[in-house]
């Protein structure tokens, strides 16, 4: 190669390297704002992002800020908790359903019933063709792998350790006071028999789609789940879905538990209930 084409070539190089700079930095600087909140979103719902961005999974968990607590990283099981605190598990249902693939197991917390579908959360994470900037997809993924790889910190440790210290004391009386005054409201029932039956619909389409699907229910701190709530919930829930065996026994070995609040667990207890839901995986997934 003559140097004086060698040196034609580089020049081409380095104008085809501008040009692409300039095709692909233009659009993002020109929808800036648009783009960053897409990212905030991304940020904001980190599990939600991950399912709609890297391969389905084995298993999916879904629910409320109940599992939501039971980190990834406590799990032996590989899977993906897409649990969403403070809403429900029938718009993480929404979110998986509307992809062509799905997982071929999912674990549903029935605890909260109360809360609707949020079609902002379905629009942003699921599937959707006529989602603006799909062209920016492919840096949804990388931001998306470095965030994750700049936030991981592994759970081995507080696994290996907390279950074997003693429980902590927290002082949640207020926290569970009010939660007992809202939770024995009768104001609910209505939303969740509306939402049970979502719930029915859903499943019914995805164990079509092959789905395998089980049914729990987290445990509650104090006297909440005698409350109306918990018993309404339970009662939609079971006679939603009354086959036994999608229902798996599984020992919470509560008396070991502790709360925070009326909602979220501690780590070493989270970490407890996380081993036993991973032990039956381990069963379910063997048995398929």
């Known amino acids: 190669m003559t140097p004086r084409f060698a040196g034609k070539r580089r020049t081409y190089l380095i104008v085809a390297l501008l040009l692409w700079l300039a095709c692909t930095t233009i659009p993002v600087l020109w929808n800036y704002s648009q783009l960053y909140e897409r990212i905030l979103d991304d940020r904001r719902f980190p599990a939600l992002s991950r399912y709609a961005l890297e391969p389905t999974p084995e298993i999916a968990l879904v629910g409320s800020s109940m599992i939501y607590r039971l980190y990834e990283g406590y799990f032996q099981t590989r899977l993906r908790n897409i649990a969403i605190g403070g809403r429900s598990p029938i718009t993480g249902l929404a979110i998986i359903a509307s ?40 840096d949804r993924v990388a931001i998306s792998y470095f965030y994750y790889w700049l936030k991981y910190k592994s759970e081995s440790e507080n696994v290996a350790l907390l279950p074997r210290q003693p429980p902590s004391s927290y002082d949640i009386k207020a926290s569970l006071d009010e939660a007992e005054a809202e939770y024995n409201s009768h104001g609910f029932d209505e939303q969740m028999a509306e939402n049970a039956e979502t719930l029915r619909r859903q499943v019914a389409d995805l164990e079509s789609r092959g789905c395998k699907i089980y049914f729990l229910e987290m445990p509650y701190p104090g006297n909440l789940g005698d409350s109306h709530f918990a018993q309404t919930a339970r009662a939609l829930a079971h006679k939603a879905f009354p086959e036994r065996a999608k229902w798996p026994d599984i020992d919470y070995h509560v008396p070991e538990l502790r709360w925070i609040d009326a909602s979220h667990m501690d780590e070493r207890s989270a970490i407890i209930v996380a081993r036993e839901i991973d032990a039956f995986l381990g069963r379910a997934t063997n048995l398929k």
Request: proline fraction near 12%; avoid cysteine; glycine fraction near 2%.
């Open 99 to 138: 992809y062509s693939s799905v997982p071929p197991v999912i674990v549903v917390e029935t605890n909260m019933l109360a809360r609707t579908v949020e079609p902002a959360l379905v629009e942003k994470f699921g599937k959707n063709d006529a989602a603006p900037f799909r062209w920016f997809w492919p």
